[in-house]
């Protein structure tokens, strides 16, 4: 089957992108939906592109894009006002700020106050999350998570992830609809952290993105992701449109923006374990900046 087989002359297919493909599938499955495809031809349309993409894509994550658009009550015709597109990273602009700055984990760590550094996750996690009664989802991996106050985990050192933001309840709809899961989106509440998790940049560039930020919003956090890269927690504020025009620098920089669009998205536990057996360092912590 060829690709265009399908598709109406409604407007180009959502482009390919180099990155961010989850962000690309539902905007493939709308455009399917706005086509007046059914939800089996706009699987078969999708897949088609398997191979012409960065990665190999999971029929998995294909078929839940297309039933969460599809299962959608918007109007696929409707106009909407829409946000402006997200920026792309600068790679000129983060070699420049690396340059001027020449800031290494090394340098946060010893910025850091010494005594916070080699702290339990649990202790860490306490200062990141003082409410006692607060629901938390935390993962062992991206399958095996749980919600609950922070005081019913155990090994937290074993696991690898957690939501940066408290949870409203025990549970949350799925987005297919299909049933409820303890790791939604439906069950998450306010924003609490930004998390910026750089991909993009060099590793060696990521001390210096996170020190340059560090001047537009006071650095709470920093860790290494038992991988190539840094993890840098900021506080969010009050202000919508701050934390909007914030994440919007910080994803020029090279951070992961997935972690805007979906408050849900998993990050990685200071001081926890990859599953690589790495650690999960916490580099910086600064109290001050610490969130009531």
Known sequence: MRIREFIKPIGPFPACPLNGIHQWLPKAAGHCRRSGLTASEAEQVINAHDGTLRRRLDRKQVAKAVAFVYNSTRDPSAKYDRQPALPEWNSTETARIHKDLGTTAQDLSDA??????????????????????????????????????????????????????????????????????????????????IVADFDSPPPEQHASIIAHLDGFRPLAMALSTGGKGLHAWFPSTASPDDDRLFWRLCIGLGADPRIQSNRSQFVRIPNGTRDTGKPQSLIYLNPENLLP
């Open 112 to 193: 850091s106050p010494q005594q916070y550094l080699d702290l339990h996750p649990s202790e860490i996690l306490k200062l990141l999350f003082p409410d006692p009664s607060g629901l938390l989802c935390v993962g062992f991996d991206k399958a095996t998570f749980a919600t609950a106050p922070l005081t019913e985990f155990e090994d937290l050192e074993k696991c690898q992830f957690i939501e940066p933001h408290y949870k409203t309840s025990v549970y949350g709809e799925k987005k297919d609809g299909s049933g409820k899961t303890m790791h939604a989106t439906d069950n998450t509440g306010a924003p609490r952290w």
